[in-house]
C-alpha cells in the first residue's frame, strides 16, 4: 500500500474498526535514516495497535529502524517481502528477497535484537517461475528459524519482470489453498492471508484455514467493509457508526490537521470510497474531487458533501 496507507488514512480506517491491526506504507531504510524520521513516523496514539512496515535488505539498517519504530510507539515491526515494483528491486528489497532467505533471516534476528517488538514478515507465494509450495515453504522455514513467528502471505506470485505493480495485484493467479497448506504444515506458526478478500464473509471463510487476513486494496476502496469486522470476527456487540457518522468524527481530526498546515485533499483523498455503492455516493466523491485540492479548502467542504449523501436535516443532526 505505498503511497496509500499514511497517517491520515489509517486514521480515517481506525474509526471503522477498533479491532483491526493498522499497517503504514512501506517506509524505506534509506528515508528513515537519512530522511525526516519525523514526518515518517507520526501517528496519532488512536491508531493503536498499528504496524511499521520497513522496505530494506540490511540487517544493520532494518536493525536500526525497527529500534526507531520502537522508540516511536509502534507495536508491530513488519519487514516486507512483497512489493513487486521496479524501484524496490532496484533497491534490492521487497518481493525480491524472497530470492534471498539468508539475507531476510539475518535482518529479522538483527531486528529482533534491536527491540522487543514482534517482528513479522510479509511476503508472495513465490516469484517468477519459482517451484510454489517448496520455495515458500523454503523461505518460510529458514525466516521462521530466526525467530519470525508470524508471516502474511500475498496468495499470489510476484512477477518481477513483465508484469507492472497493478498487474501484479491482478494477473497472477490467488492460490488461497497453497497458503493453507503453509499453515497446516507448519501449526506453531502464525499464518495470515492476504490478497483478493471482499468481504467479512469471505474473511470468515478464510479464517477457517488461517489465523488472519489482511484486506488492502478493498478496505481503500471500499472503507465501510472495515465496519463490520469488529462484530464478525472479534465479537464486539458495539454497533457499527453509520457512514455519515464516521464522517463527523472525522471533521474535527480535519480541522486540527488543517489548523497545523496540512492540505485538505491530503486527507479526502482517502475517504472517496466511504459512500461507494450508496445512493449520492457519486455527487460525495465528486464533490471532493474537484474542490479539496483548491487553496483554502476546509471543513465545510466535508460538510456540502455530507449534505449531498445525507441530505440538509440529516447533516445537520
Request: glycine share 8%; charged share 25%.
Amino acid at each position: 500500500m505505498l503511497d496509500w496507507t499514511d497517517r491520515h488514512c489509517r486514521f480515517f480506517l481506525r474509526l471503522l474498526s477498533r479491532r483491526a491491526r493498522l499497517y503504514t506504507e512501506m517506509v524505506t531504510t534509506g528515508a528513515l535514516i537519512h530522511g525526516d524520521r519525523q514526518r515518517y513516523l507520526r501517528f496519532d496514539r488512536a491508531e493503536h495497535p498499528v504496524a511499521l512496515q520497513l522496505g530494506g535488505s540490511e540487517p544493520d539498517a532494518l536493525a536500526r529502524c525497527a529500534e526507531f519504530g520502537a522508540q516511536a510507539g509502534y507495536d508491530e515491526i513488519n519487514l516486507n517481502c512483497g512489493c513487486p515494483s521496479d524501484r524496490v528491486q532496484e533497491g534490492r528489497f521487497g518481493a525480491c528477497l524472497m530470492r534471498e532467505p539468508e539475507r531476510v533471516a539475518a535482518a529479522v534476528a538483527a531486528m529482533r535484537r534491536a527491540t522487543p517488538l514482534p517482528v513479522t514478515v510479509k511476503c508472495r507465494i513465490g516469484v517468477d517461475d519459482s517451484a510454489e509450495y517448496e520455495f515458500l515453504r523454503r523461505f518460510v522455514e529458514t525466516v521462521a528459524a530466526a525467530g519470525c513467528t508470524t508471516f502474511v502471505v500475498h496468495a499470489r506470485k510476484a512477477w518481477l519482470q513483465g508484469l507492472s505493480p497493478k498487474e501484479n495485484r491482478e494477473i497472477p493467479p490467488l492460490r488461497y489453498e497453497t497458503v493453507y497448506r503453509l499453515k497446516q504444515e507448519l501449526p506453531a506458526l502464525t499464518v495470515a492471508i492476504n490478497g483478493g478478500i471482499h468481504s467479512v464473509a469471505e474473511a470468515q471463510a478464510h479464517l477457517r484455514h488461517v489465523d488472519g487476513v489482511m484486506m488492502g486494496r478493498e478496505a481503500y476502496e471500499n472503507p465501510y467493509v472495515l465496519a463490520g469486522l469488529d462484530r464478525a470476527l472479534f465479537g464486539d456487540e458495539a454497533a457499527a457508526s453509520s457512514r455519515a457518522d464516521i464522517l463527523r468524527r472525522l471533521i474535527p481530526y480535519v480541522r486540527a490537521e488543517l489548523d497545523a498546515g496540512a492540505t485538505l485533499a491530503h486527507i479526502t483523498r482517502h475517504i472517496l470510497g466511504l459512500f461507494r455503492g450508496q445512493p449520492g455516493g457519486r455527487a460525495f466523491r465528486r464533490l471532493l474531487s474537484e474542490r479539496a485540492h483548491k487553496p483554502g479548502a476546509g471543513v465545510e467542504i466535508l460538510e456540502e458533501a455530507l449534505l449531498a449523501v445525507e441530505g440538509p436535516t440529516l447533516a445537520a443532526a
